[in-house]
């Protein structure tokens, strides 16, 4: 029988979405329920909630050093190595968030064990290994592996790969002590500031209009934001735009930039290189303006035009303007 | 300002040997051509010029991730991509981040008493390619140049990169990219920091070295975040530090006359087997998500916006 563990995170004094979605998956990949670990300074808050989850048992890590876990993540990687060593789980899984992306490598170097990033499906084998598939060349291949070696094998997985698992399995709470195995961290984390903006938010927003390199300068997107602003939108931008500088890395979408999901995806002047649609894949309708008909935006759009958006886009934004008035 | 050295006793009184890059120029005239065994190369390298802060660059000689869709295949016999006839490889562009992020530093310090040095693991390395960071201006380039370095996950990577550096350092600060653009696992790094026992932060937008900490602005979504962490280090770079400098004439000059430090694997104590992979490709394949799109055309280019803008509302859109 294959046993998983589920590294939790918490938001907002409750366990977050992404570890709900890790548990189903956890649970779907060994049929049973997985075992879960939390982490914090103090997890008092969470025993009322954590009865919730679908988890056999849940875990509570509790130390000092782990009050305020982000930036090095050290006293997280010594807290979960330890659990790993006292409860020998077959499969670690963790979210890819800043906290996964972090304490999951690591963790599988202290642990001399095999690692997988941001998977978006999880079995296991005819051999009983555990079995991966994960984008690969920013998207544009996809690749499954099997992971090898020493138990456990540690798993991120993108979020909203899987859904939420139900809740009310009532699992057993257990204080697990760390304070022997975390050392005192060597990162000092100075300040963490909130910076949303005002306005849609680009990973809630329901219509996104994105700008790329062929916009060929800032002044276009003042264009891109009117029309935002008409379609009750937010701005998107290629990493290409972002790093050129004609606009703040803070509306880059992509692999390694934002993962938005809207109704309508309007990409101009985007060529929809694989690492752009990696973070706009997942939106209902893609519509693409490009001068370039091989263009791959093409290949997932649903509409599109063929031609030069200095054109097409005034003209567009009029009639949705005057479309607006109807 | 020159940080002020740490760790390591200086057989000379701080400013007796200035460093300059031109010591560097004749340290690398001296050294680098492969004739010596690579202990003696080191040993020569860790001479009393010695610089007082020595960052490394970690960069890999990735599949140009900019070649057109059309022309990235692969054979989905032999489980693995096949390059474009013609088309150069290149280093990985969050690696020349990180080449940028410690050129950065040395600039602070006015160039005095900083030396980067790029390594790479790998094979069929092209080096006019792999110079690239050293015609940004990175001092030294370290290969690690060894058939079985072929096909390799991550884990292994990160045990010859730390090999490596540890055999060529001792060195304050590690850079790397946040990521490879072929494989995405953002996990080398990590492994680099577990070997040598070193703290990793990761996606940074801003390093700034001073007094023997580095402190690190990262780029995460939605907040800004600041952290410290003594040095020795490693740091991970994003894209957000900015674009990497483009190389002088100058600068491509001097790398055209650089050599690199190769090393192989026995160079390092690490044999076949202990980098044998724990995460092994099965299948790699091109997902296919081609829809049919649906070409708005009107008379001119004009009334195709007029007449996508109609659609979208046909369609309930917009």
């Known amino acids: 029988m294959t046993t998983a563990l589920v590294a939790g995170e918490i938001a907002g004094g409750l366990p977050s979405p992404v570890t709900r979605q890790m548990l189903r998956a956890a649970r779907q990949l060994t049929g049973n329920l997985p075992v879960a670990a939390f982490l914090g300074g103090n997890l008092a808050p969470l025993e009322s909630s954590a009865g919730s989850l679908a988890a056999s048992r849940v875990y509570l890590l509790e130390h000092g050093a782990l009050a305020e876990i982000g930036g090095g993540y050290e006293a997280a990687v010594d807290a979960l190595a330890a659990l790993c060593r006292a409860t020998s789980p077959d499969v670690v899984l963790l979210a890819k968030t800043d906290f996964g992306a972090n304490t999951g490598p690591r963790l599988a170097f202290r642990l001399g064990s095999a690692f997988a990033q941001d998977c978006t499906a999880i079995s296991i084998g005819a051999n009983g290994a555990p079995t991966v598939t994960r984008p690969v060349y920013g998207g544009s291949a996809t690749a499954e592996f099997e992971l090898s070696g020493a138990m456990p094998a540690i798993i991120t997985v993108r979020p909203g790969a899987y859904e939420a698992g139900p809740s009310g399995a009532r699992p057993e709470l257990v204080r697990f002590d760390v304070s022997a195995a975390i050392r005192t961290p060597k990162v000092q984390l100075i300040e963490t500031v909130s910076e949303e903006r005002a306005g849609v938010r680009l990973e809630e927003a329901a219509v996104v209009v994105s700008g790329g390199r062929g916009l060929g300068g800032p002044a276009p997107f003042k264009l891109l934001t009117e029309l935002a602003g008409l379609l009750g939108g937010a701005v998107g931008a290629s990493r290409a735009a972002c790093d050129a500088g004609w606009i703040d890395h803070s509306h880059q979408v992509g692999l390694t930039g934002k993962t938005v999901s809207p109704r309508l995806y309007l990409a101009v002047g985007l060529s929809g290189a694989s690492q752009h649609m990696a973070g706009c894949s997942g939106a209902g309708n893609i519509v693409g303006i490009n001068r370039d008909p091989e263009a791959n935006i093409f290949k997932e759009a649903r509409f599109g035009v063929a031609g030069d958006w200095q054109k097409v886009l005034p003209s567009f934004i009029s009639t949705v303007r005057d479309l607006g008035k109807l | ?318």
């Open chain 2, 1 to 318: 300002m020159p940080p002020a050295p740490r760790r390591r006793p200086y057989s000379l009184p701080a400013g007796a040997w200035a460093y300059s890059p031109a010591m560097t120029a004749l340290k690398l005239h001296f050294t680098d051509h492969g004739t010596r065994p690579i202990d003696a190369v080191v040993a020569a390298h860790n001479s009393p010029l010695e610089p007082l802060l020595r960052i490394a660059v970690c960069a890999r000689q990735v599949l140009d991730p900019d070649i057109p869709p059309s022309q990235f295949k692969v054979d989905e016999v032999a489980n693995c991509v096949v390059p474009p006839q013609g088309i150069a490889p290149v280093v990985n562009g969050f690696d020349l981040n990180a080449t940028e992020a410690a050129l950065r530093v040395r600039d602070a310090a006015s160039g005095q008493g900083v030396e980067v040095t790029v390594f790479s693991a790998g094979t069929a390395f092209v080096l006019d390619v792999m110079k690239k960071p050293l015609s940004m201006g990175a001092d030294r380039l370290v290969l690690v140049d060894d058939a079985a370095l072929a096909s390799v996950d991550s884990a292994a990577s990160a045990r010859v990169l730390a090999a490596a550096i540890a055999k060529d350092g001792p060195y304050d600060l590690v850079l790397c990219g946040r990521q490879a653009s072929d494989w995405d696992q953002a996990q080398t790094p990590f492994g680099i920091a577990e070997a040598l026992g070193v703290p990793c932060v990761t996606l940074a937008k801003s390093v700034t070295v001073k007094g023997g900490t580095v402190r690190v602005d990262r780029a995460l979504p939605g907040m800004r975040q600041t952290v410290e962490a003594p040095l020795p280090a490693v740091v991970t770079v994003s894209n957000e530090l900015g674009e990497p400098r483009y190389p002088t004439l100058r600068g491509i000059m001097a790398a055209g006359r650089k050599a690199p430090v190769v090393m192989k694997l026995p160079d390092l104590n690490i044999a076949a087997a202990d980098i044998a992979p724990r995460v092994v490709l099965r299948r790699l394949y091109v997902p296919q998500r081609h829809r049919a799109c649906e070409f708005i055309q009107g008379k001119d280019e004009a009334e195709s916006g007029r007449l996508l803008a109609l659609r979208l509302r046909q369609e309930k859109l917009i």
